[in-house]
Every structure is written in structure tokens, then in C-alpha cells.
């Protein structure tokens, strides 16, 4: 599987933007997906996750009541809408899937593929 993430960019803080992960190759769209993030300087974080199915969802505290994960297995897509934006949104969203059920997906050992990472600023 090879996932693709993009959508990032420079915004203001309080605005909204969606990020997308496209999966292509053999079982793309198949698996549990995440999003996770880098700050500079710190270590990369669990930002969100879905099940395949999409009925089941996992957050960061960080993360909670401002960001959706959602899918769209047609397209096999994994989407990121993020509202509310600061500053300390900033760094490099990374999209990954989990071939193995029922790992737990706030962890990164428990995801197989990545994308390369897509930018995001927020500006105060």
C-alpha cells in the first residue's frame, strides 16, 4: 500500500482545513487508518484514527472536538478536517494504515504503511 497525504499548508490561527490520504496498490482502503504529527523539535504524536469500517474513532485530548477523521472507502480516502486551528497545530501530518486487526491505534508500532507527510502552519 502507498499512501499519499496532502492538503497542508500556511493558515490562520482559528481557521479550518482538510487534509487527505489516498491509498493505492493491493488492499488499498482496506485497513484501519491514522494521523499523526510532528512539531519541530518534538517527537511525532497520535493526532487520530479510524477503523476500517469507520465506525469507530480515536482522538487526542489535543485533537478532541476540533478535528473528524473520516473515510471514504469507494475513493479510499482518509480525511482529516481540522478546525479551530493554533499555532501549536504546526508541524508535519503524517497519514499511516494498519494491516493487523485490533492493534491499538493510537500507537505507531501498530501501523505498517506511511505517507511521506504534509506540511501545516498555523500562524498567530
Known amino acids: 500500500v502507498q499512501l499519499q497525504a496532502s492538503g497542508g499548508g500556511l493558515v490562520q490561527a482559528g481557521d479550518s482545513l482538510t487534509l487527505s490520504c489516498a491509498a493505492s496498490?493491493?488492499?488499498?482502503?482496506?485497513?484501519?487508518a491514522g494521523w499523526f504529527r510532528q512539531a519541530p523539535g518534538k517527537e511525532r504524536e497520535f493526532v487520530a484514527a479510524?477503523?476500517?469500517?469507520?465506525?469507530?474513532?480515536y482522538y487526542a485530548d489535543s485533537a478532541k472536538g476540533r478535528f473528524n477523521i473520516s473515510r471514504d472507502n469507494a475513493d479510499n480516502t482518509v480525511y482529516l478536517q481540522l478546525n479551530s486551528l493554533k499555532p501549536g497545530d504546526t508541524g508535519v501530518y503524517y497519514c499511516?494504515?494498519?494491516?493487523?486487526?485490533?492493534?491499538?491505534?493510537?500507537?505507531?508500532?501498530?501501523?505498517?504503511?506511511w505517507g511521506q507527510g504534509t506540511q501545516l502552519t498555523v500562524s498567530s
Open positions: 499511516a494504515n494498519s494491516k493487523v486487526y485490533g492493534r491499538d491505534l493510537t500507537q505507531e508500532s501498530s501501523y505498517s504503511y
Open positions: 496498490g493491493r488492499d488499498a482502503g482496506k485497513y484501519a
Open positions: 479510524t477503523t476500517w469500517s469507520g465506525l469507530k474513532s
